[in-house]
């Protein structure tokens, strides 16, 4: 056996995990992630509201992992359990609703009640995990991290680990290690920005194309940042699947606390605040970018309120997109991209546009979120399923790449610039790159 | 001349993943599979001389024949290859490894390259069940049965139970740890599933009987998958070790093989050996061929095993047919821990047909594969620490073809 498997395990070993104990256990991320924890430990506490509540978060688990196992190792209670659990232990897993002030209170009593050896995390999606902790204990902040599963936990493996300033290194490390040998997680270690790496380049993404799609319709603009730009689901239908409110929260968050080279495609466009005033909030109210009625799939009509069926509507000729797409569906990825690059026509400028500030804006958040483009690769590519932009640059080609965004007027970024001629960004031994490109 | 196989390297695609709904031809799979074995192997396209396609039925879940000629798309320097398409049901790899490794033996090429594929999710449930069905004989054991190969194996269960006896907490203690094992297993179709033994015994809404004893977690499940592994006559090998910088004699070689075909519908063949030690006598016949051609005398001298578990039941079967126990004991070995990770012998490391997936022209070479895996000690996480010889068993049909291979150094 070898050293560094020797070291792993010790690591491993150098903690138990007996007793996990999930805040907010009745929302998707607190069961979606609490049931994982009922793989690794014997007694995962699920504590919500009202024990009733907590019940349904368990029976939410049960459904989501298609288990009624799951039941053999929860027991569930209200938050006046909360002293008396959070006293027992080992690990506090808090997935209450993303706001700061409910969040500091319900750290505050979990402080009190904690053993000071105890491990606290949070779920939040992009608060600062120092801010989290401010005003807490020397031990709390010690053993306090960011451990951000994405939905639904069980499907997506890509999770980030925050450290606050005071975190103990070695936890990190346990942690890290813990989360990918006993949950199945890919880990990425993220610094504590806004949004920290993944909603950070992810909504940017998403936004541009939200800003784009008030002059071209989002019918139009998930065509052109289809499948085939190396995504399993359309930018728009993914909004609408996370909810305006959501996306809002985090670009508005993004926005207060950053400034960036991109800052303009970050923020929220008006239109959206209008409609979202009016109670379109994407596919919890029945309306988004799309609706449905009945079978037929409506888009809004850029400018109103009203949408349109999709079948109607008149686009441009995008027969580009159908012979890159064909190249993906028979596996020739790289001449798929060169088509990508060559084709004529101003949808393509804008897909162009946007996978390269998409490539441009990863690039550039490297010493800012993450130490390495690695992490943001793979949060994009296990957190999000996109493409990751290294994914991109070596199947586009480095060269091709630096003349692509040059033309799209974003800046190139100087990794990429100062690149050897040849250097491959994306080295994971085991990550299927072809995935990412999708045939449609 | 020299008859030895050599294997030079391999690459398997992501079991998990779904290629319809990356809405993708199969010629796709081969291409990132084959060039993934050509990267993995260090052997450049112009070096392959022949391909060899191991496919169940492209013909009904994609409609598609001739199947070799998909080889040819898989790179450009492959045009003028000869190539062919090798059909046994689920045993399909393991014929084309056969053939491709005959060919060396009979000294027509030096590099061969032989690539496993099958492309399901093209199809519901039931219809995909009605097609594995004409794996066995179709018009007497599967035409209008729903998901007839999991009735047929949950027979095989029923006919070690009245043998010998046979508790189902046995069987699922075996679906527990393939699917353990194929959560160390990066390519593994179930490395994010929830399982564990008391699900394995279950019988509820979540895990429902398919086929009489078979319930949910007793199947491996349809996926989509390729894999691809390169091999080389002794002369090419040791080209390829010289300018790797390798010893010849430390890269893995294909020691042994067994191929028999029993009678294809299932009650003939516990017919046929109703009075027989074994309750499916050429299944045993070609593991102790193989392990006769590589000289090994018996079970003591294979360190781990990948076998054929498309149910439980087969497992179940391949324990006391490898020889781990006597005939109808495999229990033994299931509650002593040989077969865990970390055992005497390790049965599927890799999570098997249950953990890893089961597309299934595929999983002949995905064995051998894992195989090389093991013996080059590059197996990660699934390692069997200092295996040095690996025994297959991939069977077409309700233990109809089968076919095992020994692979070491």
Known sequence: ?440 | MSKEVYILGGYQTDFARNWSKERKHFVAMIRESVQGALREAKVAPEEIESGHVGNFAASLYSKQGHIGAFFVEADPAFSGLPTGRHEAACASGSIALLAASAEIEAGRYDVQCVVGVEQMKTVNAAVGGDFLGTAAWYELEAKGIEFPFPKLFGKLGDEYDKRYGLKDEHLAEISAINYANGKLNPNAQTRTWYMNKEHALASDEFNGAVGGRVKISDCSQVTDGSATVILASAAFASKWAARNGVKLENIPRIKGWGHNTARIRFDDKVRESKDAEYVLPHVRSTILNARKRAGIADVSGIDCIETHDCFTTSEYMAIDHFGLTAPGESWKAVEDGTIALGGRCPINPSGGLIGAGHPVGASGVRQVLDAYKQVTDTAGDYQVAGAKNVQTLNIGGSGTTSVSFVVGA
Not at chain 1, 290 to 306: E, N, V
Not at chain 1, 394 to 407: Q, R, V, Y
């Open chain 1, 1 to 440: 056996m070898s050293t560094p498997t020797q070291s792993a395990q010790s690591l491993l070993a150098s903690r138990e995990i007996n007793h996990v104990v999930v805040l907010g256990a009745n929302g998707t991320m607190g069961f979606g992630s609490g049931v994982l924890f009922t793989q690794a430990v014997p007694r995962v506490t699920f504590l919500a509201r009202s024990k009733e509540k907590a019940e349904q978060g368990l029976a939410a688990a049960k459904a989501m992992v298609r288990s009624n196992t799951v039941g053999q190792r929860v027991d569930t209670g209200s938050y006046d359990d909360l002293e008396k659990v959070c006293g027992e232990a080992d690990l506090i897993f808090e997935a209450v609703t993303e706001q700061l002030p409910l969040k500091q209170e319900f750290f505050a009593r979990v402080d009190a009640a904690r053993r000071p050896d105890s491990i606290v995390a949070t779920v939040t999606s992009g608060l600062s995990i120092n801010t989290l902790a401010e005003g807490r204990s020397d031990s709390f902040r010690k053993n306090f991290l960011g451990l951000h599963f994405f939905n639904p936990p069980n499907v997506i493996v890509g999770t980030e680990l925050i450290a606050g300033k005071d975190t103990d290194p070695a936890l990190l490390d346990f942690i890290e290690l813990y989360s990918e040998k006993k949950l199945g997680r890919t880990m990425i270690r993220t610094h504590d920005t806004a949004g920290f790496a993944g909603n950070r380049v992810g909504f940017k993404v998403l936004n541009e194309c939200a800003i784009l799609a008030e002059q071209h319709g989002p019918a139009l603009m998930d065509k052109i940042v289809g499948p085939y730009t190396g995504r399993a689901l359309t930018p728009l239908a993914t909004v609408d699947l996370v909810g305006w409110d959501i996306h809002r929260a985090i670009v508005d968050n993004i926005v207060a606390l950053t400034k960036d080279e991109a800052h303009d495609t970050l923020v929220l466009p008006k239109y959206m605040a209008d409609l979202m005033d009016q109670g379109t909030l994407g596919n919890k109210s029945g309306r988004g970018f799309f609706m449905r009625d009945g079978k037929r799939k409506l888009a809004l009509i850029p400018g109103t309120d009203r949408y349109q069926p999709v079948d109607e509507i008149k686009m441009p000729d995008l027969s580009y997109i159908a012979e890159i797409a064909e190249l993906h569906r028979i596996g020739r990825y790289d001449a798929a991209m060169a088509a990508f690059v060559a084709a004529k026509g101003p949808e393509a400028d804008i897909a162009r546009k946007v996978i390269s500030g998409y490539i441009s804006y990863s690039f550039h958040r490297v010493g800012e979120c993450t130490d390495t483009i690695t992490g943001i690769d793979l949060i994009m590519g296990q957190g999000f399923n996109w493409a990751p932009p290294s994914v991109l640059v070596d199947t586009i080609g480095l060269p091709e790449t630096i003349a692509m965004i040059e033309k799209s007027g974003v800046p190139v970024p100087s990794i990429l610039a100062k690149a050897a001629p040849g250097t491959r960004f994306f080295n994971h031994p085991t990550i299927n790159v072809g995935k990412f490109f999708v045939a449609g």
